[in-house]
T-cell receptor
């Protein structure tokens, strides 16, 4: 079946502009996660959604970052007034349920470059 | 808070040689541990995971890892490296009460030489 998809695959923007990154999870997966991967660093948790529960936003680095999810489908990560330090690969993952041992299935990522 | 340390950002082995990628964790509660692999221009793929059952975990592509509580380690091994194993490998941890978010190490780039 189809895996997690993300769009765009690459995004180049100018400092100060807003960007939207999209994630389509695997159909039927109730949990969705966003991570950030900066060059030479490990993945950094940003936010996750579980069904209709309030999202865990504890990893968002500033109030310029926000994310939404419609039901158990598409999610959008928005970065307002982008800064050069926002340049990274943004990865989305989904899992069938919400549990510590559930496998997270990752998309290919969106590479964001802020000039 | 939990954390993961991967010793060696780059590891190089000869084809057919043993692969050993090191991962040590820090957690005040029992951890769940994962190894993911990332091939160029692809998303992360789960290799194996430790979920508090057997301490020796076997994964895909001939990889295995052993959970050693006394050493707070979860090293990844493969008896014989293949050229197709060249990729970046990430160790990650999650804990009960910490949400289902994964805390990742900084990754180890594995190079396999002829």
């Amino acid at each position: 079946g189809a895996g997690v998809s993300q769009s765009p695959s690459n995004k180049v923007t100018e400092k100060g502009k807003d960007v939207e990154l999209r994630c389509d999870p695997i159909s039927g997966h109730t949990a969705l996660y966003w991570y950030r991967q900066r060059l030479g660093q490990g993945l950094e948790f940003l936010i996750y959604f579980q069904g209709n529960s309030a999202p865990d936003k504890s990893g968002l680095p500033s109030d310029r970052f926000s994310a939404e999810r419609t039901g158990e489908s598409v999610s959008t990560l928005t970065i307002q007034r982008t800064q050069q330090e926002d340049s990274a690969v943004y990865l989305c993952a989904s899992s069938p349920q919400w549990g510590n041992t559930d496998t997270q299935y990752f998309g290919p990522g969106t590479r964001l470059t802020v000039l | 808070a939990q954390s993961v340390t991967q010793l060696g950002s780059h590891v190089s082995v000869s084809e057919g040689a043993l692969v050993l990628l090191r991962c040590n964790y820090s957690s005040s509660v029992p951890p769940y541990l994962f190894w993911y692999v990332q091939y160029p221009n692809q998303g992360l793929q789960l290799l194996l995971k430790y979920t508090s059952a057997a301490t020796l975990v076997k994964g895909i592509n001939g990889f295995e890892a052993e959970f050693k509580k006394s050493e707070t380690s979860f090293h990844l091994t493969k008896p014989s490296a293949h050229m197709s194993d060249a990729a970046e490998y990430f160790c990650a941890v999650s804990v009960t009460g910490g949400g289902n978010k994964l805390t990742f190490g900084t990754g180890t780039q594995l190079k396999v030489e002829l």
